[in-house]
């Protein structure tokens, strides 16, 4: 079998935000923000495989797997055989950074995703913290693993069929795939490495985040919980509970913390270097430099 059988179409090397610059704790999933640059040039499967083709793939088993209800190691043994059947070229799910500059490119052409689902390369993690920012897979285990048991999918978003946000982040186990969850496959050539080593940093910059919290507390909760008892409370209650209003104004301040605060900085991949933008000041720092690292 040949693998042009398969409709691919070459993407160019492009770029892509991931992530969202959302304040609050509620997407903390989804931070930070930050662009991933995809130098190489890939071809991916114009269509989700379709139950003909990988029936055709299978059909020297003994047994095919059914393709309405496929798990992770059928996927693999697909790719195996594919793979093996090939000296040029090597085939993988895509990584969510070149299914999303995929998807810019054939959007017009492709249904993207598909109604049932996409699924990617990458392992799930609980945010963004750490993940590879040129384009390759997100695999590895690390503390912010949200367990190697499960794989990133893509989704249609109701509604928002002709937005440029018309997909969702989802995720779907290794042994029981979301049913009639479907795939398409990236071609690379046999040369082309996946590699991790230029990453964003593993977490973010603590301090900051306590300052902003301390100045965010006395702003929204201490300064207007004093100002309320100065107007409502008894004589001397501000003396008498001090230590009380101060930590009335703090756990309001925490609980505005699930669905709002400013937004974050964005990162991005510039010159061999992580830098962070702020998002309200002409504020750029540099996080990691690469040209560092080099012996």
């Given at each position: 079998?040949?693998?042009?059988?398969?409709?691919f179409?070459?993407?160019?090397?492009?770029?892509?935000?991931?992530g969202?610059?959302?304040g609050?704790l509620?997407?903390a999933?989804?931070r930070?923000?930050?662009?991933?640059?995809?130098?190489y040039q890939?071809?991916?499967?114009?269509?989700?495989?379709?139950?003909?083709e990988?029936?055709?793939?299978?059909?020297?088993?003994?047994?095919?797997?059914?393709?309405?209800?496929?798990?992770?190691?059928?996927i693999?043994?697909?790719?195996?055989?594919?793979?093996?059947?090939?000296?040029?070229?090597?085939f993988?799910l895509?990584?969510?950074?070149e299914?999303?500059?995929?998807?810019?490119?054939?959007?017009?052409?492709?249904d993207f995703?598909?109604?049932?689902?996409?699924?990617?390369?990458?392992?799930?993690?609980?945010?963004?913290w750490?993940?590879p920012?040129?384009?390759?897979?997100?695999l590895?285990?690390?503390?912010?693993?949200?367990?190697?048991?499960?794989?990133?999918s893509?989704?249609?978003k109701?509604?928002?069929?002709?937005?440029?946000?018309?997909?969702?982040?989802g995720i779907?186990?290794?042994?029981?795939?979301?049913?009639?969850?479907?795939f398409?496959?990236?071609?690379?050539p046999?040369?082309?490495?996946?590699s991790s080593?230029?990453?964003?940093?593993?977490?973010?910059?603590?301090?900051?985040?306590?300052?902003?919290?301390?100045?965010?507390?006395i702003?929204i909760?201490?300064?207007?919980?004093?100002?309320?008892?100065?107007?409502?409370a008894?004589p001397?209650?501000?003396?008498?509970?001090?230590?009380?209003?101060?930590?009335?104004?703090?756990?309001?301040?925490?609980?505005?913390?699930?669905?709002?605060?400013?937004r974050?900085?964005?990162?991005?991949?510039?010159?061999?270097?992580?830098?962070?933008?702020?998002?309200?000041?002409?504020?750029?720092?540099?996080?990691?430099?690469?040209?560092?690292?080099?012996?």
């Amino acid at each position: 079998m040949q693998t042009d059988i398969f409709e691919f179409i070459e993407i160019q090397p492009n770029e892509v935000y991931l992530g969202k610059d959302n304040g609050g704790l509620f997407f903390a999933a989804e931070r930070p923000k930050h662009n991933v640059k995809i130098t190489y040039q890939f071809a991916i499967s114009k269509e989700c495989i379709s139950e003909k083709e990988w029936n055709d793939l299978f059909k020297n088993n003994e047994k095919i797997p059914d393709f309405t209800q496929f798990n992770q190691e059928n996927i693999n043994q697909f790719l195996k055989i594919l793979n093996g059947r090939n000296k040029d070229y090597k085939f993988r799910l895509p990584s969510e950074a070149e299914w999303e500059i995929a998807k810019k490119q054939l959007g017009k052409i492709s249904d993207f995703p598909h109604k049932n689902g996409e699924l990617l390369a990458d392992q799930p993690h609980v945010s963004y913290w750490g993940a590879p920012c040129n384009g390759s897979p997100w695999l590895e285990e690390n503390p912010k693993g949200a367990g190697y048991e499960m794989q990133l999918s893509k989704h249609p978003k109701f509604g928002l069929k002709n937005s440029k946000e018309n997909s969702k982040r989802g995720i779907s186990r290794h042994k029981y795939h979301t049913k009639n969850i479907k795939f398409r496959i990236v071609k690379l050539p046999k040369t082309h490495i996946d590699s991790s080593e230029k990453k964003l940093p593993l977490e973010y910059d603590r301090v900051e985040i306590i300052k902003r919290e301390i100045i965010i507390a006395i702003i929204i909760g201490i300064i207007p919980s004093f100002i309320w008892a100065f107007f409502n409370a008894a004589p001397g209650y501000i003396a008498r509970g001090f230590g009380n209003l101060i930590l009335g104004g703090v756990f309001f301040s925490l609980i505005t913390g699930l669905i709002y605060r400013p937004r974050h900085s964005t990162l991005e991949y510039l010159e061999n270097k992580i830098i962070s933008k702020s998002p309200y000041r002409k504020k750029i720092k540099t996080l990691i430099s690469f040209e560092d690292e080099l012996p």
